[in-house]
């Protein structure tokens, strides 16, 4: 549950939107898998403490390695009849070999005009997914910048490993969820919610016994919107000076309209001006993609 014990954290349901999408790149390629991306995570609803969850995972892309999943959760009441849409994404997995090197995986072919929108959902989200990175990626961060920050700082444990000795992927979104909602709340918004993640490139494993390190700034607001940049890096215990990136995210938190506004960020500093222009260039990239409509993903749900 959240901090309000009246939901289900919202770090919650990416783990299961990721072991989800595993489940289902894993049974197409018959082999193991690494989440590489994660993109447009949309919360469209709220879970609530003893609710019904139904998740959803479907191929519907395949490149040379690369297994694109639609990753839809929904949800109800014990006492309802009908689900409610909670959240959606398209999760990008590859295949690996015993050494983990990308292997080729089998075509996917679409069967239905479902199936042929699905998989066109996926082709034009290749180039803004690449501008978006490109974006991310040139982005710097130093100690210059003003605005809150939450760092969380901690030793991989094993009870995150998969048979890899690597920290599952949803596993850390969880951890950057929580890095990011500290964060949010440093800005007066206590009871900010995860409206949107995207952008979660995984740029290399995270190793059980690793120091870890998130980091969660704040880089814009916009009306009840924090736009909040996560980086997340780690080391060899041994060499905790030598950390390197792992993860890097975008998260969207937003105050309830009955709720007071959260606090605007000054830009004082140039790398805040900067910063704050990037988050409004990620937005415009964002506005490019089609939205998934629910019948699409209600459809989902088995592997082809």
Not at 122 to 127: D, K, V
Request: aromatic residues 4%; proline residues 4%.
């Amino acid at each position: 549950m959240d901090h309000t014990g009246k939901h289900v954290q919202a770090g919650r349901v990416l783990e299961w939107i990721d072991r989800a999408g595993y489940a289902c790149a894993a049974a197409w390629s018959t082999s193991y898998c690494v989440t590489a991306y994660v993109g447009n995570v949309h919360y469209d609803g709220t879970i609530g403490p003893g609710a019904v969850v139904e998740v959803g995972a479907k191929v519907i892309h395949t490149g040379t390695s690369s297994v694109h999943v639609l990753v839809s959760v929904h949800a109800r009441g014990l006492h309802d009849t009908e689900f409610n849409r909670a959240m959606h994404c398209i999760l990008v997995l590859v295949a690996v070999d015993e050494h983990g090197k990308p292997h080729p995986v089998r075509a996917w072919e679409p069967r239905s005009i479902d199936d042929a929108a699905r998989q066109k959902l996926a082709l034009e989200r290749i180039p803004v997914r690449t501008r978006i990175k490109d974006a991310m990626l040139a982005e710097r961060y130093s100690g210059q910048g003003t605005a809150p920050r939450s760092t969380l700082r901690f030793v991989a444990g094993d009870n995150t490993a998969n048979w890899a000795g690597n920290a599952h992927g949803g596993t850390v979104m969880r951890w950057i969820h929580e890095a990011a909602a500290t964060c949010a709340v440093l800005l007066g918004a206590e009871h900010v919610r995860a409206r949107y993640s995207g952008g979660i490139h995984f740029h290399r494993p995270i190793r059980i016994g690793d120091i870890v390190e998130v980091d969660a700034r704040a880089i814009l607001v916009s009306g009840t919107d924090i736009h909040i940049s996560i980086l997340v890096r780690s080391a060899p215990p041994r060499t905790p000076d030598k950390a390197s990136l792992t993860t890097r995210c975008m998260m969207i938190f937003s105050a309830p309209n009955d709720q007071p506004r959260p606090a605007s960020i000054e830009e004082r500093t140039s790398e805040d001006r900067r910063l704050a222009a990037h988050a409004r260039e990620i937005i415009s990239h964002r506005s490019e993609l089609t939205k998934i409509g629910d019948e699409l993903l209600r459809a989902s749900g088995s592997t082809h």
